[in-house]
């Protein structure tokens, strides 16, 4: 019997940007009930809840009281629930510990990791002919961040919903079920159907990161909202009302923020590398990106003003010899955007 060669972080980043790649979400899932759950949740994230809509998803910032970022939330609306899904790294732990110090409501009831729950999730141009296998309607009839109730084949009884939300900038779903290990091998079984196949951490990290958010992998780096280049997630008018907002700085054109720059393919930069313009330091290096693009490498590094803006030569310090260059994202147009769902 022939043994299938092990799968790289080249062959997964591969998957996802031209096929469809499924992986389990191992985050802590939190069900959040009651008839003041939005109140609850207007005291920690930074948008509103006001104008959420009954089957929807979306992504919220959640700040410590130092106003620095704890997470980057799903919040999705189903029925009479509200769930909660991290986007970047955090425990149960953790999560719980900061749910419990946020002083809720009476009628709030929150359940973090509810027994039986658990998430899997598929992207990829071709991702929406496996998700259609989950649906009764015309899958182009789910507009993104729009939830739907699913099936999952072989489990009658189970409960699951379909979201259309993804990390990469291909096309992306989510499937949220309370019979998980049934649902993630139905996901597996569709995707690998339709040419894709099971992908690891680090090609995902890739394309992410490709996409502007290296966040989702790397977590903030003890960077202030600013700096992370998160503002954008904060709903300015909301200052004093939600958790740690009073001590958020806005942005301003001299600003210090997080960066995308490209490498020659082979560099290895370090976190924590400086970043250097004419022999002068200019910024530290965050993180590199796995290798899973063989035409270049993509580094983050937080820069000094206004070094930030693309298309300038920089260098990293501990090696003259290694160039680096500022520049745009996404850094690669993703297939989807001329994939049509159908």
Same mark, same amino acid.
């Given at each position: ?5 092990? /799968?790289?972080?080249? +062959?997964?980043? !591969?998957? &996802?940007?031209? !096929? ?20 609850? =949740?207007? =005291?920690?994230?930074? *948008? ?7 089957? !929807? &998803? /979306? ?6 009281? +130092? ?26 732990? $953790? =999560? ?19 027994? @039986? ?15 259609? *296998? ?12 729009? &939830? ?5 084949? %072989? ?8 979201? /259309? ?8 779903? #989510? ?20 040419? %894709? ?14 996409? @502007? ?8 780096? @003890? =960077? ?13 008018? /909301? ?10 700085? *806005? ?7 997080? !960066? ?17 313009? %004419?022999?002068?330091?200019? @910024? ?11 035409? $270049? ?5 937080? #820069? ?6 693309p298309g300038l030569e920089l260098a990293a310090a501990d090696d003259a010899a290694t160039p680096l260059r500022t520049v745009t994202q996404p850094r690669v147009i993703a297939r989807s955007l001329t994939t049509r769902i159908h």
């Amino acid at each position: 019997m022939t043994t299938a060669p092990a /799968r790289t972080a080249q +062959d997964d980043y !591969t998957t &996802v940007r031209t !096929t469809i790649g499924a992986y389990r979400i191992t985050a802590p899932l939190v069900r959040i009930s009651g008839g003041d759950r939005y109140e609850f =949740l207007d =005291l920690f994230l930074a *948008k509103s809840s006001e104008y959420v809509e009954p089957d !929807t &998803v /979306r992504e919220a910032l959640a700040l410590n009281t +130092d106003g620095s970022p704890f997470a980057i939330l799903l919040h999705f609306e189903i029925g009479d629930d509200s769930w909660l899904l991290p986007r970047t790294p955090v425990t149960a732990a $953790e =999560l719980t510990a900061y749910l419990d110090a946020v002083d809720a409501p009476s009628d709030v009831t929150v359940e973090v990791e509810p027994e @039986g729950w658990g998430a899997s999730a598929f992207e990829g141009p071709q991702a929406w002919s496996a998700a259609a *296998k989950f649906v009764e309607l015309d899958i182009s009839g789910l507009t993104l961040h729009g &939830v739907t109730e699913s099936a999952v084949p %072989g489990e009658p009884a189970a409960l699951a919903h379909l979201a /259309r939300v993804g990390t990469t900038g291909e096309y992306g779903y #989510l499937l949220l079920s309370n019979a998980p290990e049934a649902a993630h091998a139905a996901v597996v079984e569709a995707v690998t159907a339709e040419g %894709g196949a099971e992908v690891g951490p680090q090609g995902l990290a890739r394309v992410q990161a490709e996409a @502007g958010m290296a966040v989702y992998a790397v977590g903030f780096a @003890g =960077l202030p909202v600013h700096e992370a280049d998160l503002a954008w997630m904060v709903d300015w008018n /909301r200052i004093g009302e939600f958790q740690g907002s009073d001590d958020l700085v *806005k942005p301003t054109a001299e600003t210090a923020r997080t !960066t995308a720059l490209v490498a020659p393919a082979g560099a290895v930069v370090a976190p924590g590398t400086a970043v250097t313009a %004419g022999g002068q330091q200019v @910024g530290t290096v965050v993180w590199q990106a796995p290798s899973a693009n063989a035409d $270049e490498e993509l580094v983050v590094a937080l #820069l000094d003003a206004p070094f930030w803006v693309p298309g300038l030569e920089l260098a990293a310090a501990d090696d003259a010899a290694t160039p680096l260059r500022t520049v745009t994202q996404p850094r690669v147009i993703a297939r989807s955007l001329t994939t049509r769902i159908h």
